[in-house]
Structure formats: structure tokens, C-alpha cells
Nanobody
Framework: QVQLVESGGGLVQAGGSLRLSCAAS????????MGWFRQAPGKEREFVAA????????YYPDSVKGRFTISRDNAKNTVYLQMNSLKPEDTAVYYC???????????WGQGTQVTVSS
């Protein structure tokens, strides 16, 4: 089992920045990659970013590429999501997730609200 706890959400004006953190505990030795997802009211969950735990390769959808940066601190078992140039359409609950290999994400955090005002 891996436990994930997100932090860093809040209210920010359009054009502003926020940094989310996700601390992992438990069986962190099984982590293959960690990712961020978001879900806005009435919408499906959307992939935001991912990073391989070994090697650090990153992945982004076009909607956030160039604005969001995912990074990790293996010593602290923590992954970060730096979000710049935020837009109102970035408003959502952001979830951290991890997986043991290629395939579905196995473990999820409780989510943190990000609200971007126009």
C-alpha cells in the first residue's frame, strides 16, 4: 500500500502560480511513476502530468505543456506540480496518483482544490 497526501491548493488570480505537493508513504519502493490528474465539476478526470520515479522522464498533455512542471524529490518521496500562467479553466480538484508499473494508477490521494479567478 502507498498513501498519498496532497497539499498546496488554493485560490489564485488568472496568470498566477501555485505549487502542489504530494507526499508518499508506505511501500514507496514499489513506485514506478507518479502523476497528477484533475477533475472539474461536471467533467471527466483529466491527466495533467506524470514523472517516472527512476530516471525522471516527464509527460504532459498539450493543455498544460509549457505552463506546468512536474518534479520529484526521491529522498523525500514527494512529487511537485509547479503551475504557472494559470487560467480559469485550470480550476479543478487536483489528485496525485501512483502506479507500480505500466497500466492503471493504483493509489490516489484525497485531492486538493485549485481555483483560478478571472
Amino acid at each position: 500500500q502507498v498513501q498519498l497526501v496532497e497539499s498546496g491548493g488554493g485560490l489564485v488570480q488568472a496568470g498566477g502560480s501555485l505549487r502542489l505537493s504530494c507526499a508518499a508513504s508506505g511501500r514507496t519502493d514499489i513506485i514506478y511513476s507518479m502523476g497528477w490528474f484533475r477533475q472539474a465539476p461536471g467533467k471527466e478526470r483529466e491527466f495533467v502530468a506524470a514523472i517516472n520515479w527512476s530516471g525522471g522522464r516527464t509527460y504532459y498533455p498539450d493543455s498544460v505543456k509549457g505552463r506546468f512542471t512536474i518534479s520529484r524529490d526521491n529522498a523525500k518521496n514527494t512529487v511537485y506540480l509547479q503551475m504557472n500562467s494559470l487560467k480559469p479553466e485550470d480550476t479543478a480538484v487536483y489528485y496525485c496518483a501512483t502506479r507500480k508499473g505500466l497500466g492503471d494508477y493504483n493509489y490516489w490521494g484525497q485531492g486538493t482544490q485549485v481555483t483560478v479567478s478571472s
